[in-house]
């Protein structure tokens, strides 16, 4: 069999695997529901659970470039304001002041809770129980474990979001008793409820224009929030996957008689195949924190490192003016390898740390450094790469030891991810030196 021959094989394989999920009827119901709210399915969406990523998006016509992919009304759109339908006012103490995301959270735990009494329920419905393996829902123990940098990326949103639910536990009102089912609030608003709906807001929310949703609200919302109404969820549009090569423009606009959302793909997508959305320009680590999944192929990628493990390898120390210049250019915040080479920063602090006397404000802008430069650069970063390297795989076997969570789990193949890009890297440095 030829590669060609091969490659449509495969394809029609994982095509295979591919489920359609438009006959459940979780999916009938939010698309009636949406429809009779004004919403058009011009681009025959269909959902489906694709055998790469999990349940998915894509449409029965091919879809062009420059073509707009969805158009949600925002009478669909689930903003700030209409926290106020659920009278979450009602339910807090006066002086209660939420961020954007928290009253979200509070928003889905009470219209969730009402089941079927909710107006949202077609919505709610769909929404994933299971939570994505995020790194900063793993135990203290097992974040912990890994690396260094990632671990203080992860316990800041640990922290958040136990600060969020430490702000809401002292400012809901002990004495409310849920009117439908007469329980005391500290049984719906759970911790579990809270982690849920805090999860499915960061993996799921689109930005919108803070001024827009007050304009329509026609009220402040600043005794209410602490930040910017600049959060909503958006039925159905919430269902597109990420990838690293999709370009799209997401759009809050005012279009015939109405506002609308809407999403324009700057790729174009046969019938059938699935349509990915970009959620920004982010390499795996941001993908991972925020939306608990990685890419197994991602340009964005690299890896980057400290002044420390640059300085250890090369065994150099800095002179005072050598340390001057490299914080005062801020040289060490953006040094990192990437299968595209070295970043600009890394050059330049690697110029500066062999070449004690030059003058190094012109070289490290002209970029013109001699072949001595760049081959000591290369040999440098190769070392740095063997000790991340080495780093990493400590990493991987402390992380195996305490690992039992899910997103524990997901943290090995991530670093083991990290490790794999490594040897790309060193390869692609040996046939460039
Ligand atoms: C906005 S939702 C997309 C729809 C989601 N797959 C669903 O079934 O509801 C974002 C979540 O989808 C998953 N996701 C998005 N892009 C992905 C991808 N390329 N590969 C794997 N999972 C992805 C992640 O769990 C992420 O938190």
Not at 67 to 72: A, F, H, M, R
Not at 169 to 197: D, H, M
Not at 228 to 242: E, K, R
Request: proline share 3%; aromatic share 12%.
């Amino acid at each position: 069999m030829g590669r060609t021959e091969r490659k449509r094989k495969r394809r029609l394989n994982n095509r295979e695997c591919d489920v359609s999920l438009e006959s459940l009827q979780d999916t009938i119901f939010l698309k009636k529901w949406m429809q009779s709210l004004g919403w058009k399915n011009d681009t025959k969406l269909i959902l489906k659970n694709f055998a790469s990523t999990g349940r998915g998006v894509s449409s029965l016509l091919n879809i062009n470039l420059n073509q707009k992919l969805i158009e949600v009304p925002y009478n669909l759109l689930i903003t700030c304001t209409n926290a106020f339908e659920s009278n979450i006012q009602n339910l807090c103490k006066t002086s209660a002041k939420f961020k954007a995301q928290e009253i979200l959270t509070l928003f889905l735990i009470l219209e969730k809770h009402k089941n079927k009494k909710s107006k949202w329920k077609f919505y709610l419905d769909t929404l994933p129980e299971e939570l994505p393996a995020l790194p900063w829902l793993c135990s203290e123990a097992e974040v912990s474990k890994f690396p260094s940098y990632f671990m203080a990326i992860a316990n800041k949103r640990k922290w958040d979001l136990e600060i969020g639910w430490e702000r809401v536990e002292k400012s809901i009102k002990s004495s409310w008793i849920c009117p439908c089912c007469e329980q005391p609030l500290n049984r719906v608003i759970t911790l579990n409820a809270f982690t849920w709906g805090y999860v499915v807001v960061n993996t799921r929310a689109v930005y919108v224009d803070p001024d827009v949703v007050i304009k329509l609200f026609g009220r402040d919302l600043s005794n209410f929030l602490s930040d910017s109404p600049c959060l909503a969820l958006c039925p159905f549009l919430d269902m597109f996957n990420h990838s690293a090569e999709a370009n799209t423009r997401a759009e809050l606009i005012y279009e015939g008689d109405s506002w609308k959302y809407t999403l324009t793909t700057l790729t174009s997508y046969k019938k059938y195949q699935q349509i990915f959305i970009s959620y920004g320009c982010h390499d795996n680590d941001k993908l991972f924190c925020e939306y608990g999944f990685f890419l197994i192929h991602n340009h964005l990628n690299n890896i980057s490192c400290s002044l420390e493990e640059v300085l250890s390898v090369s065994n150099i120390s800095l002179n005072k003016k050598q340390r001057a210049f490299i914080e005062n250019r801020c040289l060490p915040d953006e040094i990192y390898v990437s299968t595209k080479g070295l970043s600009f920063y890394l050059k330049a602090l690697l110029f500066v740390v062999i070449n004690p006397d030059a003058e190094w404000g012109r070289m490290i802008y002209s970029e013109d450094y001699s072949s001595c430069d760049i081959m000591f650069m290369c040999f440098t970063t190769k070392k740095v790469l063997i000790l991340k390297k080495t780093k990493f795989l400590d990493n991987v076997w402390k992380l195996k030891d305490v690992a039992v969570s899910k997103y524990a789990l997901s943290g090995i193949d991530y670093i083991k991810n990290k490790i794999d890009l490594i040897d790309i890297i060193l390869e692609a440095l040996d046939s460039y030196s």
